[in-house]
């Protein structure tokens, strides 16, 4: 069974899904704290993992794409994070999981 919820993450609980997603999102944040809290947020509210999408490389921002690629080291040292795995590349940007529950 799936159920779908269409809100805003600071109105979403801690651990109120099993997964979250954002492709294409992070990429789009104009600052580093910016996608920096977005990460933070997608990781709070998940209970098992997160699959998002950053720059492979780092890029000069062009006015709506910004420089994304040091989110996956954010990510990956979050005390709620087992591991991050890559899942596929598409353009200039690759896919990842983050698997939570350390053990």
Not at 14 to 34: C, E, K, N, W
Not at 52 to 63: C, K, L, N, V, Y
Not at 93 to 103: M, R
Request: proline share 1%; net charge negative.
């Amino acid at each position: 069974d799936w159920s779908f919820a269409n809100r805003t993450i600071d109105q979403c609980d801690s651990g109120s899904f099993d997964y979250t997603s954002r492709i294409d999102v992070l990429i789009h944040q104009p600052t580093t704290m910016a996608a920096q809290a977005l990460a933070d947020d997608l990781v709070r509210v998940a209970r098992k993992g997160v699959i998002f999408s950053i720059h492979s490389q780092a890029i000069q921002g062009s006015g709506i794409s910004f420089d994304s690629s040091g989110i996956k080291d954010h990510i990956a040292k979050m005390s709620e994070v087992a591991a991050v795995r890559e899942i596929g590349t598409y353009r200039d940007t690759t896919l990842y999981f983050a698997e939570l529950g350390k053990a």
